[in-house]
C-alpha cells in the first residue's frame, strides 16, 4: 500500500477531528496463539554508547528473551529532518534478533515530537487550562488533538509500519505510549467540547436541564454562550470534561489504530501499555475495545515491601478490559525512578523471578522489562535495565537467564492461563470524577478547622482497600465496569462510592441482586444520575428497596468512632469514621451500630435478603481489618471459603485453568523465610521441581519462591 502525499494525510488529520464527536469504527481484533509466554525487553540500541548489537543479542539469546519491544521512543531517529525516514539503523537490529529466533513488537513512536518539529510548529505542544503553554523538553507535551501534529504522526506511522510489516520477526504494533490528554484545553479543544456537547444533547435547553443551569442565572441561549473550561464550578460541566478528555484519548489511539491495520499482516497484534494502577485520565474499557491484547507498565515494591498485591492490582485490571489474557509490557528489572535519590532499591535475590511468575499467574502472557540496558544520559539514567552502566552480565542478568530456561521448559503449561473468578469489583471512573468535584472528605474552607479530618480518604483509596482486602484473604478478584453487560457470572460483587450511575446500571445491580447475587454497596452510592445530577428520591435512590432501608440526612465524622460491642472481633480496628449516613430501616438487618450518644440510633452496617440473594451496605468508612472481616463474613455467605483462607499470610495463590485443560494452582511465598502448607488440591506435579504433589501433602516454598503444581 503506497504512502499519501500531505495533501491526502491533511484530510485524513482533519477527519479525526469530526471523529473526536462522531466516534470511530472499532478495529476487529485478533487473539493471539502462543505456545510459550513471551519473556523479553525493551532494547534501545540507538542509545547505546558503542556499536555492540552482536553482543546484546548474543546475551540476550542465552537468557532467553523471546521478544523484544522497539522504536516507540526515538522519532528524531526515524525521521532526523522534516519529510526524510532512516531505516537502515533498526532494520539491522530487527534482522539480528530474526536470526535468533527473537520476536519483535515495533512502536508507533509519537509520544514525543521532535526539535525541528517544534521548532517548525511550536502550536502543537499543548496548551491547559489557564492558558499556561507547555515547554519543550519533556515528552508528552503535545496536543493530540492539534491537525498539524496528526499530519506529522500519521505520515511517520505510515512510513515505519508499511517498511517492517512484513519482516517475520514483527508480531505487533505498540500504538503510541501511556497516552493521555496531557490536560490539553487549548481554544480549538474547547471548540470541540462544545461540538461533543452538541453531539450528546443536541440543544442547549436539554444541557441547561442536565446541568441544573438555572442556578446562578447561567441559562444558555445558544451553543456561542457557552463559557470555557476554565472556571466552571458545576458538577455537571466538570464531568462532562472529563469524559471528554477520555473521549480525546480513546479517539486518538482507534485513530492510530486504524491506520496500523491498514498495512498489518494476519497474525499481528495491535496494543497499547497502559501505566500501571487504577488511573482515571481516560477511559481504559473504551480503548481496550480497540486493541487486540491489553499491555500494561506495572512498577512495583520490591525488597521488604514486596507483597505481590500490585503485580495482582494491575494483572486483575488489565485482564478484565477485555475478559482476556494481557502483556506486561515494561517492569522493574533493577532500581526505578527519574533520580538517584527516588527509588533506588534493587531487588533481592529471587524477587525478580517470582515477580514473574506473580505476572503468569494473573493471567499475563507476556512480561517484558524496562528495558534491556541502563542508559548513560538523559532523565531515565537511575532507571536501570537488566544490564547495568557497565553493560556487562550480573545477578539480575543471571536471575532473568534462570527464569528464561525455566519458561522454555514449563511455559507450555502456563501460557493462555484461563481463569473463572467468582468476585468481582465494579469501578467507576465517573464516580471518582464526580467526588473529586463534590468531594465527601477535604481538607478546605471551614474543614479546615479539624485536624484528625482524614483527607487521604476517596474513591480510589476505598477501591484499593476493598482490592488488598480480598487479597490478603487470598482471594482472586475480576474488575467489571459499567459497561459489563453482565455480572451474573459472581457470586459475590464489590461496589465502593457509585456516586454516578444511570437508572439502568442501578436497574442492573437490584436485578444481579434479585436473581441470586450477593452485593456489598457502599455510602453515597445511587446519589447522583449519570449527568452527576442529584436524585430527587429519598436515598438511596433506586436501590431504596433491596437495600431495605432509607436515609434523608448524613454527616461528616471529625474523628473516629467505634462500632458497639466490636460485632467482628477486631479490637483497635474497630472503629470508622470520615463519613455516616443516618439509615432508617425498611426491612434490613442491622449488623453494627455506632457506639456515639447520637449517632448509636443509626445503624453502620446492614444486610437485607432481596430476591434471591443479599445487599450488604456500609454506611461509613470501616478501618482496614474491620473492612477485611466484613469481606470474609460476605466470602462464607457467598460459600466462597476455603483451603486458601488457611495458608501461610505470606502465601498467595492463584489458580486457572491452561491450555491443555488442567488446572494448575501457583503458590507464591512472598517472604524471605520458608514457608509450608498442606496441599489440598487434586494430584499433580511441581512443574519447576519435576516432583509429583499428592492431596493433603504437606508442601515446603523456599523464600522468594514459589509452587507450581498441575493437577493430573
Known amino acids: 500500500m503506497s504512502v499519501p502525499d500531505r495533501k491526502q494525510l491533511s484530510i ?11 466516534g470511530l469504527s472499532a478495529v476487529c481484533a485478533q ?38 519491544r522497539l522504536g516507540e ?26 536470526r535468533a529466533r527473537i520476536k519483535v513488537i515495533l512502536g508507533t513512536p509519537t509520544y514525543s515530537i521532535p526539535p525541528w518539529l517544534y521548532r517548525k510548529h511550536p502550536e502543537v505542544l499543548v496548551t491547559r487550562l489557564g492558558g499556561e503553554k507547555a515547554s519543550y523538553g519533556l515528552r508528552q507535551n503535545m496536543d493530540i488533538t492539534n491537525p498539524t ?89 466538570k464531568l462532562e470534561w472529563t469524559r471528554y478528555e477520555h473521549h480525546l484519548v480513546t479517539n486518538f489511539l482507534t485513530w492510530q489504530a486504524n491506520i496500523v491495520k491498514e498495512y498489518r499482516k ?23 475495545r480497540v486493541l487486540d491484547v491489553t499491555g500494561v507498565n506495572p512498577y512495583h515494591l520490591v525488597q521488604d515491601d514486596l507483597d505481590g498485591w500490585s503485580i495482582a492490582l494491575n494483572g486483575d485490571l488489565c485482564r478484565s478490559l477485555k475478559q482476556k489474557n494481557y502483556f506486561v509490557v515494561e517492569t522493574n528489572a ?16 529471587g524477587q525478580l523471578r ?77 464516580s471518582f470524577h464526580a467526588l473529586e468535584a463534590m468531594p465527601f472528605n477535604r481538607k478546605n474552607g471551614v474543614m479546615s478547622n479539624f485536624e484528625t479530618f482524614e483527607e487521604t480518604t476517596d474513591y480510589l483509596s476505598l477501591l484499593h482497600q476493598f482490592h488488598k ?55 453515597k452510592s445511587g446519589f447522583c444520575d449519570e449527568y452527576a445530577r442529584v436524585r430527587w428520591s429519598r436515598m438511596p435512590g433506586g436501590f431504596r428497596k433491596a437495600c431495605g432501608f432509607s436515609y434523608q440526612e448524613a454527616s461528616t465524622l471529625t474523628k473516629p468512632v467505634a462500632l458497639r460491642d466490636d460485632p467482628y472481633r477486631v479490637g483497635q480496628d474497630n472503629q470508622v469514621s470520615v463519613w455516616a449516613e443516618m439509615l432508617m430501616a425498611e426491612g434490613a438487618t442491622t449488623l453494627a451500630s455506632y457506639d456515639h450518644h447520637f449517632f448509636g440510633k443509626y445503624p453502620a452496617i446492614t444486610r437485607n435478603r432481596f430476591g434471591k440473594g443479599t445487599l450488604t451496605y456500609e454506611g461509613t468508612v470501616l478501618s482496614d481489618g474491620l473492612q477485611r472481616k466484613v469481606l470474609l463474613e460476605l466470602l462464607e455467605l457467598a460459600g466462597l471459603t476455603g483451603p486458601d483462607q488457611k495458608l501461610p499470610s505470606t502465601v498467595k495463590a492463584r489458580h486457572g485453568q491452561n491450555r491443555m485443560g488442567r488446572q494448575v494452582h501457583y503458590y507464591l511465598n512472598y517472604s524471605g523465610q520458608p514457608q509450608t502448607f498442606v496441599y489440598t488440591r487434586g494430584a499433580g506435579r511441581d512443574l519447576i521441581g519435576q516432583r509429583r504433589v499428592a492431596t493433603s501433602q504437606t508442601v515446603e516454598v523456599n523464600p522468594w519462591d514459589l509452587v507450581i503444581v498441575e493437577e493430573e
Not at 12 to 22: D, K, N, R
Not at 267 to 282: E, K, V
Not at 482 to 510: C, G, H, M, N, W
Open 12 to 22: 485524513v488529520a482533519v477527519c479525526w477531528l469530526v471523529h473526536v464527536v462522531l
Open 31 to 68: 487473539a493471539p496463539q502462543l505456545e510459550y509466554p513471551l519473556y523479553g525487553v525493551s532494547y534501545y540500541h540507538e542509545y547505546m554508547p558503542y556499536e555492540r548489537l552482536e553482543q546484546d543479542v548474543q546475551l540476550m539469546e542465552k537468557a532467553g528473551v523471546s521478544v523484544v
Open 73 to 98: 521512543s526515538t522519532w528524531s531517529s526515524w525521521e532526523p529532518r522534516e519529510g526524510v525516514f532512516e531505516y537502515e539503523w533498526m532494520e539491522k537490529v530487527i534482522d539480528r534478533l530474526h
Open 149 to 237: 501534529y496528526l499530519f506529522y504522526c500519521e505520515r511517520l506511522i505510515r512510513n515505519v509500519v508499511s517498511h517492517f510489516c512484513r519482516h517475520p520477526a514483527v508480531i505487533g504494533y505498540q500504538i503510541d505510549n501511556e497516552t493521555k490528554s496531557y490536560g490539553t484545553a487549548g481554544p480549538n479543544v474547547q471548540l470541540g467540547f462544545v461540538d461533543y456537547l452538541k453531539q450528546r444533547f443536541g440543544t442547549p435547553a436539554r444541557l441547561n436541564e442536565v446541568w441544573g443551569l438555572t442556578y446562578w442565572g447561567q441559562l444558555l441561549n445558544d451553543w456561542d454562550e457557552f463559557p470555557p473550561r476554565d472556571g466552571a464550578v458545576n458538577p455537571g460541566y
Open 266 to 288: 494476519p497474525g499481528q497484534l495491535i496494543i497499547h501499555n497502559f501505566d500501571g494502577g487504577i488511573r482515571t485520565d481516560r477511559d481504559e474499557y473504551e480503548i481496550a
Open 334 to 349: 533493577q532500581t526505578v525512578g527519574w533520580a538517584s535519590s527516588s527509588y533506588q532499591f534493587p531487588p533481592w535475590d
Open 354 to 430: 517470582l515477580n514473574v511468575y506473580g505476572h503468569l499467574a494473573s493471567g499475563a502472557d507476556m512480561v517484558a522489562y524496562w528495558h534491556w540496558h541502563s542508559i548513560h544520559a538523559g532523565n531515565e539514567m537511575f532507571w536501570k535495565g537488566i544490564l547495568s552502566h557497565d553493560l556487562e552480565p550480573n545477578r539480575v542478568y543471571s536471575e532473568m537467564s534462570r527464569v528464561g530456561r525455566e519458561l522454555q521448559e514449563v511455559g507450555p503449561a502456563l501460557v493462555n492461563l484461563k481463569k473463572r473468578n467468582q468476585v468481582a469489583i465494579l469501578y467507576s471512573v465517573d
Open 469 to 523: 482486602g480480598l487479597y490478603d484473604l487470598n482471594v482472586e478478584t475480576d474488575i467489571v465496569f459499567p459497561q459489563t453487560p453482565s455480572f451474573e457470572s459472581y457470586r459475590l460483587l464489590i461496589v465502593p462510592p457509585l456516586f454516578v450511575a444511570s437508572d439502568s446500571l442501578v436497574d442492573k445491580l437490584v436485578e444481579y441482586v434479585r436473581n441470586g447475587g450477593n452485593l456489598l454497596l457502599t455510602f
